[in-house]
Nanobody, 119 residues
Framework: QVQLVESGGGSVRAGESLRLSCAVS????????MGWFRQAQGEEREFVAA????????YYSDSARGRFTISRDNNKNTVFMQMDSLKPEDTAVYYC????????????WGQGTQVTVSS
């Protein structure tokens, strides 16, 4: 199984930046895609960004595109998400996920890291 641990969350003001990290361990050879998701209080979990483990292909939600950048370092077994120009509506718990079966939902998740953006 793949184990994921998020870090880098915190409390910032609108317009500031944060860089989230996701440490990956376990059966990394099975990973197809790594992604970031978020869940605000009272809302469903939503997709934010994703990157292929063995290519440079990336994907972004409309709200993330242009402000957030997902990247990875396979040698360090780490996935990053640089978040710039943060807004109060970005406040949520951010989760790292791993897709381990082609054309299937993300099947492994971290515990989440809280991001709070104040105006």
């Amino acid at each position: 199984q793949v184990q994921l641990v998020e870090s880098g969350g915190g409390s910032v003001r609108a317009g500031e930046s944060l860089r989230l990290s996701c440490a990956v361990s376990g059966r990394t050879s099975n990973i197809i895609t790594m992604g970031w998701f978020r869940q605000a209080q009272g809302e469903e979990r939503e997709f934010v960004a994703a990157i292929k483990w063995r290519s440079v292909e990336t994907y972004y939600s409309d709200s993330a595109r242009g402000r957030f950048t997902i990247s990875r370092d396979n040698n360090k077994n780490t996935v990053f998400m640089q978040m710039d120009s943060l807004k109060p509506e970005d406040t949520a718990v951010y989760y790292c996920g791993a897709q381990v079966v082609a054309h299937s939902p993300f099947g492994s998740w971290g515990q989440g890291t809280q991001v709070t953006v104040s105006s």
